[in-house]
């Protein structure tokens, strides 16, 4: 249920309505918005503690949370978040483009990838190091070496990098290099992960499973959350349908719904849904028409040379035209775009 509080409710008063919601055994996670303060009060079975909640000084009224996602939803979180990523705000009024590689493959390679990204427009670095695979026989990625090259082209050129963790206990080592952590797809309801990336309070890009509804993939944000971690980040990458023709069918109704239903920044990953280039732009632009608030893509100089996912990587030229078009896409909504830092 939540909590919500009268409207200038001072500091002692909300500690102490705090201080009652843990006396009662449950967990409390407190929402200050522009003009007053709700406090979530979470893993609730009996009404008597409505009751008890609702005689406390200071408290307007208790209403129950109605969607299984509590603290994803907008009753409790009405207004849009924001999340800081290394600098950069993802989810506010400006559009943000995370660009890079799939898969971080040399330092030079990355170097020069990462420099065309940031000239056309990208604040946040994007490089797989740890590389899911349906292939055991793949390229697995570099690992800790491929994240030592992340952290210091990404220092050099000033952007955030954000790359995949795929396991619970690896999720300190890959902490130690990024500014954002990515689950991918395929361990978008691994709990333990999800728990594991949520007690670091570090920002994370989380995809949507291959196979996940829209409220499956808000219980799997929910879980990230009630570790008490906000800096979550949606991404809508493709499910799977019947459809052969592209890689994954690119699901821009969810962009609405989710914003619906729920506060946190989405963004989309054309790339992944495409799965060829030439449709990349296509996927992105629609994306952000329908109101996600940026993209992250994926780009390469040399695709034939690109040991993952060369084929779906987005040309220089190909990249700038399309952050182009997101601009003017995003003037129609007031938006801008997030500048890479200088
Ligand atoms: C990726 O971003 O390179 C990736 C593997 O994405 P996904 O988990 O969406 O397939
Ligand atoms: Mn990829």
């Known amino acids: 249920m939540i909590v919500i509080m009268q409207h200038g409710a001072a500091e002692p008063v909300i500690d102490h ?35 008890i909640l609702e005689a ?20 409790f979180h009405d207004e849009n978040s924001t999340v800081n990523v290394g600098g950069v705000p993802v989810g506010g009024k400006d559009l ?26 990208a604040a946040i670095l994007r490089g797989g190091a740890f590389k899911p695979r349906t292939s055991p026989y793949d390229f697995q990625g570099l690992g800790v ?15 955030p990098i954000v790359s995949e963790v795929m396991a619970a206990n690896e999720v300190e080592l890959v902490g130690r290099y990024v ?30 499973g291959l196979a996940m509804t829209i409220r499956e993939y808000l219980m799997s944000a929910e879980y990230v959350l009630a570790r008490g971690n906000r800096n979550l980040v949606l991404c809508e990458r493709g499910i799977k349908t019947f459809e052969t023709e592209v890689r994954f069918t690119f699901d821009v ?17 054309p790339s992944h849904a495409a799965g060829k280039r030439e ?18 893509v994926e780009c390469h100089d040399r695709p034939e040379e690109a040991l993952c996912d060369g084929p779906q990587a987005l040309l220089p030229e190909m990249f700038f035209e399309l952050v182009g078009q997101l601009k003017k896409i995003g003037e129609v909504f007031g938006r801008g775009m997030a500048e890479p830092k200088t």
């Open 179 to 208: 500014d954002m952590f990515q689950i991918g797809a395929r361990n978008a309801q691994n709990f333990q992960l999800l728990k594991e990336v949520g007690d670091t309070g570090k920002p994370v890009l989380l995809k949507r």
């Open 17 to 51: 309505v705090i201080e009652r919601i843990v006396q009662l055994g449950l967990t409390p996670h407190v929402s200050r918005g522009q003009f007053r303060t709700i406090i979530g009060a979470i893993g609730d079975k009996q009404p008597v503690h409505q009751q």
């Open 253 to 269: 109704s969810c962009i609405p719904v989710i914003k619906n239903y729920c506060h946190l920044p989405i963004i989309v990953d």
């Open 56 to 75: 406390l000084e200071g408290v307007e009224r208790v209403v129950p949370i109605m969607k299984p996602y509590k603290l994803a939803s907008r009753e």
């Open 96 to 121: 943000v483009i995370m660009a890079g590689p799939c898969a971080v493959e040399s330092k030079e390679m990355l170097a020069r990838i990462a420099a065309f990204c940031k000239a056309g427009g």
């Open 279 to 296: 449709y990349v732009s296509a996927l992105a632009r629609a994306g952000i028409a329908a109101g996600a608030d940026g993209i992250i």
């Open 145 to 159: 070496e491929g994240l030592e090259y992340l952290r210091s082209v990404g220092d050099d050129l000033k952007m």
